[in-house]
C-alpha cells in the first residue's frame, strides 16, 4: 500500500474492520498528515509552579499588553532570568515537538538551532478573549498555569454548538460545514496543559464568564541557522 500511494506527504497505514458485506471484512487504507503539527502535552508541577510565582511577583512596568493581540488588561512579559531559566527547562520538550514535526510531515532530522524570542503571562479574566491571530517567529506555545474549576461548571451549561466558554481554538484553512470537514480543533484547556504549534497558525481564546482568573504562558521562539538549512525545510 505504502508503495503504491507515493505524494509528497507522508502516509499512516490504517486497517479497518467493515463487516461481512464486501468480500473482506478488513479494509486497508492510507491516509496523509498534512496541515499543522501541533504537540500536546502536560509540563511538570515544578515548572508550572515557577511560572505562576515569578508571574505574581510582575508589576505593571512588566506590561507587554502593546505587543499582543489579547483583549487582556493583566498580560506581563518575565524577567531575563525567568525566561532562561524556563527555556532550559523546555529543551526536551522542544526536541520532542521537532521529532514529532518531522515525523508528521516525512521530513529529515536535521539540526535546527532554536532560540527564544519572548514569554509572557495572561491573567484572563470575565469578558477578556483573545481574537484569532498568528504570532512571530517559527514556533510558538500556551502553557494553562491555572484553569479554575469554576470554568468547568460554566461549560456544561454552555447552550450552544461551537466552541464553550474558555476553549482555545486552532483553526487552518476556510471553516466549513458540516463537521467531517474538520478545519477547527476546538480545545478544553486543564491546569498544567501543553501545546506547541506553528507560529503562523491561527489560533484564539474565547471569553467565559465566571468571576475567576484564569492563568496562562504564552511563547515564541525562532530558527536561528536557517541560512544553514535547504530553502524548502522552513
Not at 525567568?82 to 526536551?92: A, D, G, H, I
Request: glycine letters at 8%; aromatic letters at 14%.
Amino acid at each position: 500500500m505504502k508503495q503504491r500511494f507515493q505524494g509528497y506527504l507522508p502516509l499512516n497505514n490504517n486497517e479497518f474492520e467493515v463487516g461481512d458485506n464486501v468480500s473482506s471484512n478488513r479494509i486497508k487504507t492510507c491516509s496523509f498528515n498534512w496541515g499543522p503539527y501541533v504537540m500536546a502535552t502536560t509540563l511538570p508541577d515544578y515548572i508550572i509552579n515557577g511560572l505562576k510565582e515569578a508571574g505574581d511577583k510582575l508589576n505593571e512596568e512588566a506590561n507587554y499588553g502593546e505587543h499582543l493581540a489579547g483583549h487582556l488588561k493583566h498580560q506581563y512579559q518575565y524577567k531575563q532570568e525567568t525566561k532562561e531559566w524556563f527555556y532550559r527547562e523546555l529543551t526536551p520538550y522542544i526536541k520532542a515537538y521537532r521529532k514529532g514535526h518531522c515525523q508528521f510531515h516525512g521530513l529529515p532530522e536535521m539540526r535546527i538551532d532554536i532560540g527564544p524570542i519572548d514569554l509572557w503571562i495572561n491573567y484572563m479574566k470575565p469578558g477578556d478573549y483573545n481574537p484569532f491571530h498568528i504570532h512571530g517567529g517559527d514556533y510558538s506555545f500556551v502553557i494553562f498555569i491555572d484553569v479554575p474549576k469554576e470554568l468547568e461548571e460554566e461549560r456544561k451549561k454552555y447552550p450552544g454548538t461551537h466552541a464553550a466558554p474558555g476553549s482555545l481554538v486552532f483553526s487552518y484553512g476556510q471553516v466549513q460545514q458540516p463537521a467531517i470537514f474538520r478545519m477547527e480543533q476546538l480545545i478544553t484547556p486543564y491546569t498544567g496543559d501543553f501545546y506547541m504549534f506553528p507560529s503562523l497558525l491561527h489560533h484564539s481564546v474565547f471569553p467565559f464568564k465566571s468571576d475567576v482568573t484564569r492563568i496562562s504562558v504564552s511563547g515564541n521562539m525562532a530558527v536561528l541557522n536557517r541560512q544553514n538549512l535547504p530553502k524548502t525545510y522552513f
